[in-house]
């Protein structure tokens, strides 16, 4: 038991080392953080080299350690909460953090955004985990940014649901509309019927309209 004992600390301590050269941490530094995600994972119910795992995947995609220590505490305590892969959960927070521009001190209103979104519905915080990096790439190509468009993308993933088999398809399908919103042909094809399409949907986003929202009433106007 105590040769067991030793392995884990020697392998929670190594895992710690390589945070540390990462981020260029003092071997005080380091020590005083290995102390600190201890607690943290204490806190979210989560063993410590879960949380090792999901601060090296916010670091690997480009977090500060300031922000992954930040993030991972709300990541940590949701990942136990909806049962959701802390890889995928870690991921999907830094796509809404890189691509949405949120704050990493928003982390948590995020996390809530989601998880009452997949209460609401089928899509569930364990989708929304695995597929949100992809999903807010194309939402931010949208000029989308902040809490809000969490919770729009989000919302807009029930809907899909209902009209599909599984969440992959749903993710699937919420990415083709998001993608083809911009797309040459959508633009040609909307310009048939004497419609601007990027004017309509300037103009649609400043009365304050997602662009799920705009796409459908513009849609629904056009073809009558």
């Known amino acids: 038991p105590l040769n067991g004992m030793r392995e884990t600390a020697n392998a929670y301590e190594s895992s710690m080392t390589d945070i540390a050269q990462k981020a260029n941490l003092t071997r005080e530094a380091a020590r005083a953080y290995g102390v600190d995600m201890l607690k943290a994972a204490k806190a979210a119910n989560q063993m410590p080299e879960a949380m ?14 300031p922000d992954a220590g930040e993030m991972i505490r709300p990541i940590g305590r949701a990942a136990t909460a ?4 802390m890889s995928d959960l870690s991921a999907a927070t830094f796509a809404v953090k890189d691509n949405l521009k949120v704050a990493a001190t928003d982390t948590g209103r995020v996390i809530d955004v989601m998880a009452q979104a997949g209460k609401s519905g089928a899509f569930e915080m364990k989708d929304m985990a695995q597929y949100f990096p992809q999903l807010t790439a194309g939402y931010q190509a949208l000029g989308q940014q902040g809490v809000g468009a969490v919770a729009d993308l989000a919302a807009a993933l029930q809907i899909t649901r209902k009209g599909t088999g599984d969440s992959a398809s749903a993710a699937t399908n919420l990415s083709n509309i998001l993608q083809k919103m911009a797309s040459p ?4 094809n909307f310009a048939k019927f004497g419609v601007d399409l990027p004017a309509a949907l300037k103009k649609a986003y400043a009365e304050g309209k997602t662009p799920i929202e705009a796409i459908s009433d513009l849609t629904n106007k056009t073809l009558k």
């Open 185 to 188: 042909d959508t633009i040609k």
């Open 52 to 65: 090792q795992q999901g601060v090296d995947v916010l670091m690997g995609f480009g977090a500060s350690l």
């Open 82 to 85: 909806y049962k959701a892969e």
